[in-house]
């Protein structure tokens, strides 16, 4: 009987030694992630150390739950909203599930919080797009890669597409690399000087494009003064790498309080020689106070990003009693148009085309359409309108043309284009929710306090009157599996920091 309980003692304290050390190495091999990946996952039913909740909570509803039913989810009643996921080490690469209803099918994106000068600079993509979810083209779907739409049934797999792409014509992409660069291949400069008098307030960017011959742009402002503090311009030119090439910076007039009257007209240049050829993106830098009322260039092209704010409108009579009256008309190919005014006489109908309509009746509220073909004519009879949305516009069709065909920033299928391929997949339907997943290259992801963030975006959501329904987040974050003596190492850097 003592030899028995000496064995049992013998194999507690050993049971005791080894334990802990068990757990420690179980707990430090989940740190250190050794095998490459690791899977969180949040349902809503208890708060998760690894997952925060969603927030803000005004934007929110309380967590649902159907009793006797082991499901719980939230609403998202405004947008947009976040969560933050923690990163015990450094990956490569995130995939994001959600399980959601989108009663009101309208376009739901998912964003990383990416690094960047601003405070908010976010990578965004759909995970619900009812343009291509809906879109009828031939489709062809790589689970692995991506999605392939064809106008006309032509390749079976992805592969058999890439291999042709250099021959092929009307391609375009979202958030799919193909690696190519826009050229116009007849494109000649005609020196001929184009004036646009269309008058636009506060900070624009577009797409312009060269070859041989200067950046030469003219710009005719003003200052309205209607708020206080300074109101300075800067003008950045960016290559197609995303590289400064120019800049010209405009200080402020001097009067810098609301009760100052506006300013004279001031003439800003912008000039570049030797620029190679190809396409230049021009942002100017300003606050809302700032009004173009002319732009002159000799360049063919001139082509708004996302946003055009017209401002030839009795509303500013009080500062400018030269303003040109007159409706004008913005050659758009952006998928699903916005509108909004901020003031009385901005209240109007807008024309869509021949046939479509959209009447702005009050103010300080967004407005939405979706054309019934592209391109479309966008008809303002009284200005003071900001026409807003993810794509292209220009003032004329003259002067526009669409540099992102390899990178759409939406569905806007213009008869000029015969495929389309994106990373994106339609979402599943499993028991009553949708279900799709986004993957998010990490190299630029921002990481505070060991953590990453995402944001949950619906652009109408607020206006819908509807909500959002989220069931479940399932987090997996990648990266190369260590080596043996990678694995050394870091443990031995763990426990001295730890230790």
């Not at 010209?248 to 004279?264: I, Q, R």
Request: charged share 20%; aromatic share 12%.
């Amino acid at each position: 009987m003592k030899t028995f309980f000496e064995k049992l003692y013998k194999i507690t304290r050993i049971i005791i030694i080894i334990l802990p050390l068990v757990g420690l190495f179980l707990l430090v091999r989940k740190d250190l992630v050794l095998n490459g990946f690791v899977d969180y996952t949040y349902n809503f039913k208890r708060p998760i150390a690894t997952i925060t909740e969603l927030f803000p909570a005004n934007r929110l509803s309380s967590v649902f739950n159907v009793k006797g039913l082991n499901q719980y989810w939230q609403q998202i009643k405004q947008e947009p909203v976040y969560f933050e996921v923690r990163v015990p080490q450094k990956f490569e690469q995130a995939e994001v599930e959600i399980t959601y209803q989108n009663p009101a099918k309208t376009l739901l994106q998912l964003g990383l919080n990416t690094t960047g000068a601003g405070d908010w600079n976010y990578w965004l993509k759909p995970l619900d797009n009812p343009l291509l979810n809906n879109l009828s083209w031939f489709r062809v779907d790589d689970n692995a890669r991506g999605t392939l739409w064809q106008k006309n049934k032509e390749f079976l797999n992805l592969d058999l597409f890439l291999q042709k792409l250099d021959v092929l014509h009307g391609v375009a992409a979202i958030n799919y690399p193909l690696n190519q660069s826009f050229t116009l291949p007849n494109y000649k400069p005609d020196n001929k000087l184009r004036v646009y008098n269309e008058a636009i307030r506060g900070q624009h960017s577009f797409y312009t494009y060269i070859k041989n011959e200067d950046l030469n742009f003219t710009f005719i402002m003003q200052d309205i003064n209607r708020s206080d503090g300074p109101d300075p311009l800067t003008i950045t030119v960016y290559n197609q790498k995303n590289e400064v090439v120019a800049e010209v910076k405009e200080p402020d007039d001097g009067a810098v309080t609301n009760l100052d009257s506006a300013s004279v007209k001031r003439s800003v240049g912008l000039k570049k020689s030797g620029l190679p050829e190809g396409v230049y993106r021009v942002e100017l830098n300003c606050n809302d106070d700032i009004f173009f009322r002319t732009i002159e260039t000799k360049q063919r092209y001139l082509t708004f990003i996302n946003h055009l704010y017209l401002v030839d409108n009795p509303e500013y009579s009080d500062g400018f009693v030269d303003l040109n009256y007159k409706p004008i008309t913005v050659y758009s190919t952006i998928p699903r148009l916005g509108f909004l005014t901020s003031h009385e006489k901005g209240l109007q109908n807008i024309g869509l085309g021949a046939e479509q309509s959209v009447s702005l009746s009050e103010t300080h509220l967004n407005y939405y359409a979706t054309p019934i073909s592209l391109p479309t004519f966008i008809y303002v009879p009284k200005n003071d309108i900001k026409i807003f949305g993810r794509g292209l516009m220009a003032l004329s069709e003259e002067s526009y043309f669409n540099p992102e065909v390899y990178e759409l920033s939406d569905v806007a299928l213009t008869p000029d284009i015969n495929y389309l391929v994106s990373d994106y997949h339609l979402p599943q339907i499993k028991d009553n929710w949708y279900v799709n997943t986004v993957k998010f290259d990490l190299t630029n992801s921002a990481i505070n306090n060991r953590k990453i963030k995402f944001m949950i975006s619906a652009p109408e959501l607020n206006q819908s009157g509807n909500f959002l329904a989220i069931e479940k987040i399932k987090i997996k974050l990648i990266r190369k599996p260590l080596s043996n003596s990678e694995v050394f190492q870091k443990i031995i850097k763990y426990f001295k920091e730890r230790f």
